[in-house]
């Protein structure tokens, strides 16, 4: 077996230097099952991390049903099939009625790049607001809308930030206005700028400005603000999509709002790229009229047998109303935990996507960057996988399998303990 | 059984209008084995269009292989993997030495958005120089890059075409002239807009152009203009890559030149989507230092497994040398079948690679458009499946599965005597 040095020296000189590594010490996986990781050494890691595999590892019902159709049939959307058709009604009957067709695409990143060239041509506008730390993906246009892959990466000339919805404690009428305050704010920037503005594109659990799942019905005035001002309200449903926040199946619902786009990725196949979004038909017309969409992967047979099966698994198994109770519960042992931590500032969540907010003074809530690093790498040391985010890195990312339960997160919460005393 | 109107009403409701279909009459394919494809019917086709399924239909080995990794780990590039290193050195290895690095993506466009951006950061400059009806793929900067997409998606400010080297009859030296011609002028013009060259990206057989394999060697010039004036060069192998072309591993290995960066996808995964792009370590230095790319779905466990397999079966079952024989059998039969048929103008091609120019006038080589969509239909009908490409839509497509025997290729040229005769 070759050591850890060995892999990243190999790692270094075959990928080069754009890929990065999770944890000081990297980690060598070689299997799953559920909720658990193992290394090549054997040893095994509570995910509490990886929103991908939200039906847990290697679940054998989406294997089976990959294994099945890739050796049945494999092509593509240019000729007839049922598969697309099927998964694409039952897709859109988790969404409201407004969102009549689906498009599929494999990443997050195309769904969220043909969304904007979706509202650019149904708007003329080419003006773009985000949150000020927004990940939105990789393509050229997105990396020009996600401030949080770093300093080096410019803004797009038509694209304004918002500050993050951060109120937690605030009443949902208060943090709505404040939130749609800055978004009127941005649409003033661009038409001082000769600029229309297309959208206003939010993850709805706002992940990477540090998870602000505030209290539900904040969002609504700032669609409203971007709808008078003629641009649509994207909703990037890649990261809370797919019943993770419990308290819907999309992180939008939780805030009573209807998308006019909603764009969709990374659990959808429990690991097998596909992806895509939904749209409301009068806003996908013009684009349609003009111009075709053909993703030569996007919505294959087999692509679509893998989100079927994840469907099937999450309905099947009600693993909404497990991602509300265990999250509940994660978030009421957090809170608790923060009466033994001084370090544990704000706890905030919805269902399985938590936020821990370490900082090193409460009432100011200085972000503890420095010991959020530590608190990382200790629990990995300690078996537990989870990672930070936020500007300052300072808040704690817990986003694990769907199928986490009671006894994981209690797993999680006690580990966590050892870690910050030790710390 | 759904009747085909069924499912194309279905279609329209549930996906929209930017999907389109193939054939007059669609076909709703069902099953699919080597260089078959079966209809709801029970019909089956002669598969001589479908490139991704290069290694055929199904194909049983690489079915294993995504079943197997799939039911035991598919996580992402932020831990260790030997997958994504071992299936990195076997892909560096079929590439020019000066191709050090591998980056993973899950599509084409993905690939080539990447190798823009990366050819940007690397040159400082912004220009970006391609054939006249080229395609290179559907994120936002891609689309003002593909004119082959239609009239209404409008080039990118710093977007310039050149004529396609349309001389198969030509001397290499004197198509690389002219080629290189081209390039030099849309240099020229980028400069008089202020703009530097980043980039000459080419798919290096011109497929929506109308499939110019030209002569072996017609590529150095262009080359070398775009490198005097600064900017890379990109060979788009996502259709020619592979072994496809017979006479090489690459398309742009027939022509002896070194690309900057090399993009790939289609054919890599057999349908499984997987994509990526390799590049010369220096050109990747600035880029990796200023910016990290991290895509959720590439280069993970599954596809690497996936495209592992299909370079097994492709080396294993000498799939380059069978390209090289099938595909020379094929041309030459298809010019014999020029002389039964005045619309057959130039056939041309490399490996399995083949494109058929129809035409009402052989010396003025006009094309016969009509007559092209009416050809592929009555071949659809007759149950042999391929397409139509360039401007005009009347150089008839062939690009097989790769495991294409010269049986299959008599039966495709018997077939289309029958249909020209019956036009």
């Known amino acids: 077996m070759p050591t850890t040095a060995e892999l990243i020296e190999r790692r270094a000189r075959l990928l080069g230097p754009s890929y990065r590594l999770f944890y000081d010490e990297p ?12 290394d090549a050494a054997g040893r095994r890691y509570l995910d509490a991390y990886n929103n991908v595999a939200c039906v847990g590892h290697a679940h054998p019902q989406v294997v089976e049903a990959i294994a099945r ?32 067709h689906a498009v599929f695409t494999c990443t997050g990143s195309e769904a969220n790049d043909l969304a904007l060239r979706i509202a650019r041509t149904h708007t003329g506008g080419r003006g773009v607001i985000i949150t000020r730390f927004a990940y939105h993906g990789v393509t050229a246009i ?78 609504q005035p700032a669609v409203d603000a971007i709808h008078e001002a003629g641009g649509l309200f994207i909703a990037d449903e890649v990261q809370p999509g797919f019943a993770r926040t419990g308290e ?34 009068e806003v996908m017309a013009a684009f349609g009229r003009q111009c075709r969409y053909f993703n030569t992967f996007g919505g294959n047979p087999v692509s679509m047998a893998a989100a079927s099966a994840v ?3 999450i309905q099947g198994q009600a693993l909404q109303a497990n991602a509300l109770a265990v999250g509940g519960h994660l978030v009421t042992s957090l809170r608790q935990l923060g009466e033994k931590h001084a370090l544990i500032g704000q706890v905030r969540g919805a269902g399985l996507f938590v936020g821990v907010e370490l900082v ?3 009432a100011r809530r200085t ?36 199928v986490f339960e009671r006894q994981h ?3 999680l919460v006690q580990t966590l303990d050892e870690v910050l005393r030790r710390l």
């Open 69 to 100: 159709q890739a050796a049945t049939l494999n092509t593509h959307t240019r000729y007839l099939h049922e598969g697309v058709l099927d998964y694409a009604e039952r897709l859109l009957a988790t969404l409201p009625p407004e969102l009549g």
């Open 142 to 219: 997105l990396a020009e809308a996600s401030p949080s892959l770093g300093r080096y990466v410019q803004l797009g000339d038509a694209v304004r930030t918002v500050p993050a919805p951060d109120g937690d404690d605030l009443h949902a009428e208060e943090l709505g206005r404040r939130f749609a305050d800055g978004v009127r704010s941005a649409i003033a920037d661009l038409h001082a700028a000769g600029l229309q503005p297309a959208a206003l594109l939010v993850d709805t659990v706002f992940s990477s400005d540090g998870i602000f799942t505030g209290p539900r019905g904040f969002l």
């Open 367 to 402: 972000p503890a960057t420095a010991e959020a690093t530590r608190v990382v790498n200790g629990l990995r040391e300690a078996g537990v996988l989870l990672s930070a985010t936020g500007e300052a890195g300072h808040i704690l990312k817990l986003r694990p399998p769907l």
């Open 311 to 313: 469907l099937d698994v």
């Open 360 to 362: 090193t003074d409460r």
């Open 27 to 38: 980690l060598h996986l070689v299997r799953g099952a559920g909720v658990w990781l193992h």
């Open 248 to 281: 819907a199946f999309w992180g939008f619902a939780r805030h009573g709002v209807v998308p006019d786009i909603v764009t969709m990725g990374k659990p959808m196949g429990n690991g097998h790229p596909v992806a895509g979004l939904a749209v409301r038909p």
């Open 409 to 411: 997160a209690d797993l």
